[in-house]
């Protein structure tokens, strides 16, 4: 029997909900490439879609991305378009499809 909650892969302390942890494992198991894009491919930032987000935080605790945050007010996450490489990998392991690429 699946645990209903599992700890971050990261080891920040944020907890998985059981389904989305396998939701993380095979997007680790099948992968996603390194940068998400080919190389002198321009650069497009991802964004979290407010209306779609739940706030469960499997983006944030996935992977530790420098540019994935938490908004404790609003209670969704946030992508830091600045520091943020287009490598999709938040896109793959959102299991509400609440991020995409933006329109840049």
Request: hydrophobic share 30%; glycine share 14%.
């Amino acid at each position: 029997m699946r645990p209903k909650k599992q700890r971050g892969c990261n080891g920040g302390g944020a907890e998985i909900p059981g389904s989305c942890g396998g939701h993380i494992q095979e997007v680790v198991r099948t992968g996603v490439p390194e940068n998400g894009q080919e190389e002198g491919e321009k650069i497009i930032p991802c964004i979290v879609l407010e209306e779609k987000c739940i706030g469960c935080r499997t983006c944030v605790a996935a992977f530790g991305c420098p540019a994935m945050g938490f908004d404790t007010v609003k209670k969704k996450s946030y992508i830091n378009t600045l520091d943020c490489t287009g490598c999709k990998v938040c896109i793959a392991v959102c299991p509400y499809g609440a991020i995409k690429q933006s329109e840049e």
